[in-house]
């Protein structure tokens, strides 16, 4: 068994690399993060994972390798000397849109891919396309979702669901006026983070957000192009419970229309397919059942577990090298 060292700094994320099987330790209690601790509404905190201090992670650098999931996170691993890996979960346009003052993108490309090599570490992305913005040539790993966590839907609540935090600070990334325009007119639910919005708050706990993806009727997912993916990991845990969903066009998207959901640049088009999925279960259940298989096909947990541990060991030679 390795002792991995990582951050909170995505509670879902960091839940799944629980499932590696490694000793975890998780910094907690940082600035700048939307919850200051971790939330335990959206994860519980991995079996035999603790959380500790940065000053702690420093004082105590026992580890086999290290995974950041930002630069910030990167930069502050630098008095530990031992392999790192950066994740890289967004797109580089849409960090360079929404932080003001940020480098160019060609600018912070660079600055990125000479820091990693200068101090040997590794890359890992969780789409092609964020691999690609990044212009790292870098082992990809998709999400991915326990089917024995995420099953048994029954599409009892004739209403759309979204899961996404921060929307309204991020409104291209989501392409926020597609989602309007593809939920125009049909009950619809969004759930995450988003203290602008009223009436919108996170569930209440990871069981409570199962339970929505398993009555809801279809999962709704837009996403800016060239800024983000076809598909996130609200999806993917969609799929998997056996929602159908509704999707704006993207890179890599698992959606394929009219089988498991449906997929277009036609906002009308979408609107239209939903409403109808909402006035009809066994079409929703249908479909549902195929985005399942979908699921199961493109992430399950064996493909992630073996992409990670693949990638740990790939850091640790490249460190040695």
């Given at each position: 068994m390795l002792r991995l060292l990582t951050f909170n700094c995505h509670?879902?994320?960091?839940?799944?690399?629980?499932?590696?099987?490694?000793?975890?330790d998780i910094i907690d209690g940082l600035p700048g993060r939307a919850s200051a601790r971790w939330d335990e509404r959206c994860r519980p905190v991995p079996d035999g994972a603790r959380l500790i201090g940065?000053?702690?992670?420093?004082?105590?650098?026992?580890?086999?390798?290290?995974?950041?999931?930002?630069v910030t996170d990167l930069l502050a691993l630098r008095p530990l000397t031992l392999p790192k890996i950066l994740v890289l979960h967004v797109n580089l346009e849409a960090r360079v849109r929404e932080e003001p003052g940020a480098p160019s993108a060609a600018a912070m490309r660079r600055q990125v891919g000479d820091y990693?090599?200068?101090?040997?570490?590794?890359?890992?992305?969780?789409?092609?396309?964020?691999?690609?913005?990044?212009?790292?040539?870098?082992p990809v790993i998709r999400p991915c979702a326990d089917p024995d966590e995420y099953r048994g839907f029954h599409g009892?609540?004739?209403?759309?669901?979204?899961?996404?935090?921060?929307?309204?600070?991020?409104?291209?990334r989501f392409a926020w006026p597609a989602h309007v325009a593809i939920t125009r007119g049909q009950p619809t639910e969004l759930v995450g983070n988003n203290p602008e919005l009223e009436?919108?708050?996170?569930?209440a706990s990871w069981d409570a957000l199962k339970a929505r993806y398993r009555e809801h009727r279809a999962y709704v997912h837009s996403a800016g192009a060239g800024l983000d993916d076809g598909y996130n990991l609200g999806v993917v845990e969609a799929m998997m419970t056996g929602m159908p969903v509704v999707s704006l066009s993207g890179s890599e998207s698992p959606v394929i229309d009219g089988v498991?959901?449906?997929?277009?640049?036609?906002?009308?088009?979408?609107?239209?397919?939903?409403?109808?999925?909402?006035?009809?279960?066994?079409?929703a259940i249908e479909l549902g059942r195929s985005a399942r298989r979908r699921a199961l096909e493109l992430f399950d947990m064996a493909p992630f577990v073996a992409g990670w541990n693949a990638a740990i060991e790939r850091a640790a030679a490249c460190f040695a090298g």
């Open positions: 509670e879902a994320y960091v839940h799944l690399l629980g499932k590696l099987g490694h000793a975890l940065l000053q702690q992670a420093l004082a105590s650098p026992r580890y086999d390798v290290a995974i950041a999931h930002n990693l090599t200068a101090i040997g570490a590794l890359a890992v992305a969780v789409s092609r396309a964020k691999a690609d913005s990044w212009g790292q040539s870098c009892t609540r004739p209403v759309a669901l979204r899961v996404a935090n921060q929307v309204m600070q991020r409104p291209e009436g919108v708050s996170p569930a498991s959901g449906y997929v277009s640049d036609d906002v009308g088009y979408l609107n239209a397919r939903l409403g109808a999925l909402l006035a009809d279960r066994e079409l």
